[in-house]
């Protein structure tokens, strides 16, 4: 019973490098979302979608892209990562239809140099 | 846009001893709200969860919240902690289209033998 997948789950990378997140779930939830979290800041929306085919931006969505590439897939890029994209990722899904409880994957620390 | 604000950044206390932690929302219409709880290490699961009906809400491992519309809070209580409750905790709320979930910046709590 897997749950919410990330991967991977630690990353360092050089600034302007690029990298792409996976994110899993195997609950046949509708929503999907990427959280990201700093300390001191809680956890803020990047993207997310509603639904498969949409994909809409939260809080902070500058200098993310997303995919989502089926039901169960949702990945998060980051093009040319910057210092201040280090943070600590989070994936969740949601069924759907405003039920609200978020079921999280169980994060990926990336660390911008 | 809706806001979730978390008052207490930090708590300590003692084992046995009361908790409560403050989390007021700003928005004026219907609105469903969360407490999730992240212990050392892991991902955030939900601990108690408001949408209708009884304002005193109970959730897992002995934890309360109260739903006061009048004062738009929705504190997380627990009458004795224990040195397991050691976590950060995250309020969080839900509105308009019900997919996108607003967390505040969380408490970190440490319970102290």
């Known amino acids: 019973n897997a749950g919410v997948t990330q991967t991977p789950k630690f990353q360092v990378l050089k600034t302007g490098q690029s990298m792409t997140l996976q994110c899993a779930q195997d609950?046949?939830?509708?929503?999907m979302y990427w959280y990201r979290q700093d300390p001191g800041m809680g956890l803020r929306l990047i993207y997310y979608?509603?639904?498969?085919?949409?994909?809409d931006k939260g809080e902070v969505p500058n200098g993310y892209n997303v995919s989502r590439l089926n039901k169960r897939e949702f990945s998060l890029r980051l093009e040319s990562a910057a210092p201040s994209q280090t943070s600590v990722y989070f994936c969740a899904s949601n069924p759907g239809l405003g039920t609200g409880e978020l079921f999280f994957g169980e994060g990926s620390r990336l660390t911008v140099l | 846009a809706q806001s979730v604000s978390q008052h207490n950044h930090h708590v300590i206390l003692s084992e046995a001893a009361s908790l409560e932690l403050g989390c007021n929302y700003s928005?004026?219409?219907?609105?469903?709200l969360f407490w999730y709880v992240q212990y050392p290490g892991q991902h955030l699961q939900l601990l108690l969860k408001y949408f209708s009906g009884d304002p005193l809400v109970k959730g897992i491992k002995g934890f309360e919240a109260e739903f006061i519309k009048s004062k738009f809070s929705f504190n997380l209580r627990k009458p004795s902690v224990q040195w397991s409750d050691t976590a950060e905790y995250f309020c969080?709320?839900?509105?308009?289209?019900?997919?996108?979930?607003?967390f505040g910046t969380g408490t970190q709590l440490k319970v102290e033998l």
């Open positions: 979608s509603a639904s498969e085919g949409t994909t």
């Open positions: 609950m046949n939830h509708n929503s």
């Open positions: 969080a709320a839900l509105t308009g289209g019900g997919n996108k979930l607003t």
């Open positions: 928005y004026g219409g219907t609105v469903n």
